[in-house]
């Protein structure tokens, strides 16, 4: 067989819907590769956890955009609940230090010193 040439219009002999009409799988094909590298990198950042539940078996795209949002889901509901672990903690120690001032200035309001209030400063200075 011999070979065609195939002749192609100059740029501006083409219309701007014959151009569009050129450009758009090349922008399809693009925008398919795009997302196409993106779920691969979930796939290679997510790898353990996908081996934790499917292990030997192959993902397609949507098991690996599913299991990727169950996994965010999973972490941003861990994360709410250490902050709210922290902020419990922060709340005891907030009151338990408040309370241990309350205690100090009611004990040393009063001049005599007991033996029991020597006591409870001592214990309360540990």
Request: charged share 30%; net charge positive.
């Amino acid at each position: 067989m011999a070979p065609s040439t195939v002749f192609l219009e100059p740029d501006n002999l083409l219309t701007p819907k014959e151009k569009n009409k050129l450009r758009k799988p090349v922008v399809e094909k693009m925008r398919r590769d795009r997302i196409n590298s993106s779920i691969e990198q979930l796939k290679l950042l997510l790898e353990k956890e996908f081996q934790r539940h499917q292990p030997n078996s192959k993902l397609e795209k949507a098991d690996i955009l599913e299991m990727t949002v169950s996994y965010l889901k999973q972490q941003s509901q861990l994360q709410m609940k250490r902050s709210f672990h922290k902020n419990s903690q922060f709340d005891f120690r907030e009151g338990y230090s408040r309370c241990l001032q309350e205690a100090f200035h009611f004990l040393s309001l009063h001049k005599v010193r007991t033996e029991t209030q020597t006591k409870l400063l001592s214990h309360f200075q540990k």
